[in-house]
């Protein structure tokens, strides 16, 4: 077992035998101060009846003074004969009445127990509780000892019980331990349905949140050197072949159109995951105002003039007036990346459908393309970074689009979502609030 978990136990058995202990003390000298009278008034009953008897039998009996002494005595009550009252804590008045020959009761409230002092002729006779062996004594050890065994065996059951109620957190201590060392396979078993419980599904939840983030991060980067990779190679064997100089004019310019177009790709790529990186990191809106969402939009439409028009394209626009409050550049991003892909999945000749309107406590947004569509599998993984689902079309983009819409959208505290089936056309739906 590991020290912590051991500490752990020791520390809730001490705790409860804290507990016990005190709970019982307590009660014990509650029921002492309840019953005190009683048991005093119980003795002392018992004495006066006694001496009592010890009077009668003296005048009515020619009884010796120790034979009435000894036969005086019972399992309870010890009777003996005193030289005077030395060691006694008599008060005044007790003293007077016992000079008048009266018959004295003394209470000594430590130890519960009592004594009868009175005179017999001239003897000073003393009734005082038995010794340890009385019947008296051994009904308060008893009670002495039930408390304590309570208090014993009652420690030894949490000793053993906390071990049952504590295994949930040992293993919890133990896959820490296993993730702080990198381990993220480790799983908790669930126990039981408390805190506890709850705590392991936590973990459980947590253990799988850091693998996933870990390949992720593996594969970003495994990613991003391959982006990079593939245009630089392109980039140097285009360069190569200018440098060897056999080459016609037509082919140079051709070559450096080629290293262009790659450089071009470069630095979207950079840029891209500049953007990226920066929202990654930003999780407040920045930077807002009040725009027109329908205008920017429109505005996008034309943006990408060049992309549509020549393949054709028509759109079919259903916007209503909505104004909108927020970082205006980041949403523009948002409507750009979706067209863009409308349009590049899309049938030359096709029609893009876009809707806005308002729900009353939301905005929302449909971008719908006729074009090629996704399969289940490529639908699944479209906001991942780097993902690229037609690998014809791979060279036009980096497969950043979309993960830039779905975090642009997650700052904005929206959703999205999408429909798709494969050769029938896709549709983005955009939730903002309000
Ligand atoms: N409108 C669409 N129709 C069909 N497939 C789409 C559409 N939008 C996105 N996709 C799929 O999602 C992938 C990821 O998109 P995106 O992140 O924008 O990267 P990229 O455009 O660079 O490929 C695309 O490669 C494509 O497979
Ligand atoms: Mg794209």
Not at 23 to 31: G, I, N
Not at 213 to 229: A, W
Not at 305 to 331: A, C, Q, T, V
Request: charged content about 25%.
């Amino acid at each position: 077992m590991s020290r912590k978990g051991m500490n752990l136990r020791v520390k809730l058995s001490l705790l409860f035998l804290f507990i016990m202990a005190s709970a019982s003390f307590s009660s014990y000298v509650a029921s002492v101060l309840i019953t005190n009278r009683s048991v005093q008034r119980d003795i002392r009953e018992g004495q006066v009846q006694i001496a009592e008897v010890m009077q009668q039998l003296h005048q009515k009996t020619d009884l010796s003074m120790d034979e009435l002494i000894r036969l005086s005595g019972n399992p309870y009550h010890r009777v003996r004969k005193r030289n005077g009252t030395g060691g006694l804590k008599l008060t005044e008045r007790q003293k007077q009445a016992l000079d008048r020959k009266e018959t004295v009761f003394l209470w000594e409230d430590y130890i519960l127990s009592g004594k009868t002092l009175f005179y017999l002729e001239d003897n000073l006779i003393e009734i005082s509780m038995r010794g340890h062996s009385s019947i008296y004594f051994r009904t308060e050890l008893r009670k002495g000892l039930t408390l304590l065994f309570s208090v014993l065996i009652g420690t030894i059951m949490i000793i053993m019980g906390s071990k049952h109620a504590l295994r949930g957190i040992h293993a919890l201590h133990d896959a820490t331990g296993e993730v702080a060392k990198g381990n993220f396979d480790v799983k908790v078993k669930k126990c039981s349905d408390d805190e506890i419980g709850e705590l392991a599904d936590g973990f459980n939840k947590m253990t799988l949140e850091l693998k996933s983030m870990e390949m992720l991060q593996k594969d970003f980067i495994g990613n991003v050197s391959h982006e990079f990779k593939t245009p630089i190679s392109s980039i140097r064997g285009f360069a190569e072949l200018i440098q060897s100089g056999e080459l016609t004019d037509g082919e140079r310019q051709e070559y450096a159109g080629i290293i262009r177009e790659e450089t071009e790709r470069l630095s979207r790529l950079t840029s891209n995951i500049l953007k990226l990186s920066k929202l990654e990191n930003q999780d407040i809106l920045s930077e807002s105002n009040l725009f027109a969402l329908d205008e920017q939009i429109r505005r996008v439409i034309l943006l990408l003039e060049p992309e549509w028009s020549g393949k054709n394209i028509r759109f079919d626009l259903h916007l209503n007036d909505i104004m909108f409050y927020g970082n205006e550049e980041m949403l523009q991003q948002v409507w750009l990346n979706l067209m863009e892909n409308a349009i590049k999945f899309s049938h030359p000749g096709g029609r893009i459908i876009i809707r806005l309107y308002h729900t009353g406590t939301s905005i929302k947004a449909t971008v719908r393309d006729e074009g090629i569509g996704m399969d289940p599998s490529t639908r699944e993984r479209i906001f991942d970074k780097f993902y690229q689902g037609d690998t014809t079309r791979a060279s036009e983009g980096n497969g950043l689009g979309l993960a830039l819409v779905k975090r642009i959208v997650d700052l904005f505290g929206g959703n999205i979502d999408v429909e798709s089936q494969r050769r029938k056309g896709s549709a983005f739906f955009i939730e903002l609030p309000d």
